[in-house]
């Protein structure tokens, strides 16, 4: 189903969705493809977005498109102190 699709059918909510296609636009993926999966309340949206299996994303109707920035830079590392064991 088409993100315009879902927009429709569940509009002004969260929803939990499995993606099935995507494309990369530079440090973008501009979801094609989605199953929904069902709703979420407003108040649970934070908990399923953690919580969601791999493929799998909570996602806002009220977004005209389904992006996903990608972060390619490294996190970034904290040198412990040296007293520290």
């Known amino acids: 189903m088409k993100w315009q699709e879902v927009r429709e059918l569940f509009p002004d909510q969260f929803v939990l969705v499995s993606i099935l296609n995507y494309h990369e636009e530079g440090n973008k993926k501009i979801v094609d493809e989605v199953a ?3 709703t979420i309340s407003e108040q649970e949206a ?17 977004n005209q498109e ?13 040198r412990r102190n040296s007293n520290e064991n």
């Open 46 to 62: 934070n908990k399923e977005f953690f919580q969601a299996e791999p493929g799998n994303l909570v996602y806002h109707t009220s």
């Open 66 to 78: 389904f992006v996903i920035h990608i972060r390619r830079d490294p996190l970034i590392r904290v």
């Open 36 to 38: 929904p999966i069902r």
